[in-house]
Antibody, heavy 120, light 108 residues
Framework: QVHLQESGPGLVKPSETLSLICAVS????????WNWIRQSAGKGPEWVGY???????SYNPSLKSRVTISIDTSKNEVSLTLTSVTAADTGVYFC??????????????WGQGTVVTVSS | EIVMTQSPATLSVSPGETATLSCRAS??????LAWYQQKPGQAPRLLIY???HRPTGIPARFSGWGSGTEFTLTISSVQPEDFAVYYC??????????FGQGTKLEIK
């Protein structure tokens, strides 16, 4: 059974860097494109980006200059780094896996999410 | 960016009735359209992918249809556990992937 578990600091100061980890179990991180999705209170989800272990990556243009997703195959983890955060980056951050290991697809596996608050 | 617009924002139905939720894309998304259900404090749950396909374990009362830019999620005989927020999502691969703003299904 595939399980995703996000973790992170919870509270980040404005202008600092946010770093989150998604621990993956039940499947190898080498086999899929791994996505981060975030959601502000009362809003629809916002796709942040994806990374594949081959090095293929894509990011939301609205965040592209600040975001990096990386994969650690030795730990079977996916990480998200977001620099120069502001209050607009506050929300719940989810990692998610698409249905198929190739191409683009709907997300059938989600972590439970981790809450991030940007505040001084 | 492909903008996904859902309507209505809130839909009030009584248990046992049929709920019809709409999603419009600002340009064609081909068959790359999914629907999710989200309850408070939970991650979204995939209900429909490829416009009309249900993953294993999703009840048959959930059905999706449409084409091009207009899509519909129908919930037949709404059950108490169906009251939640529903999102559509396009995954054409042309970044960014985008979601609608959601339709809240509430008890009438």
């Amino acid at each position: 059974q595939v399980h995703l578990q996000e973790s992170g600091p919870g509270l980040v100061k404005p202008s600092e860097t946010l770093s989150l980890i998604c621990a993956v179990s039940g499947v190898s991180v080498s086999d899929y494109y791994w996505n981060w999705i975030r959601q502000s209170a009362g809003k629809g989800p916002e796709w942040v980006g994806y990374m594949h272990s081959s090095g293929s990556a894509s990011y939301n243009p609205s965040l592209k200059s600040r975001v990096t997703i990386s994969i650690d195959t030795s730990k079977n983890e996916v990480s998200l780094t977001l620099t120069s955060v502001t209050a607009a980056d506050t929300g719940v951050y989810f990692c998610a896996r698409p249905r198929r290991s190739y191409g683009f697809d709907a997300f059938d596996i989600w972590g439970q999410g981790t809450v991030v608050t940007v505040s001084s | 960016e492909i903008v996904m617009t859902q309507s209505p924002a809130t839909l009030s139905v009584s248990p046992g009735e049929t709920a019809t939720l709409s999603c419009r894309a600002s340009q064609t998304v081909s068959v790359n359209l999914a629907w999710y259900q989200q309850k408070p404090g939970q991650a979204p749950r995939l209900l429909i992918y490829g416009i009309s396909h249900r993953p294993t374990g999703i009840p048959a009362r959930f059905s999706g249809w449409g084409s091009g830019t207009e899509f519909t999620l129908t919930i037949s005989s709404v059950q108490p556990e169906d009251f939640a927020v529903y999102y559509c999502h396009q995954y054409t691969g042309w970044p960014p992937e985008t979601f609608g703003q959601g339709t809240k299904l509430e008890i009438k």
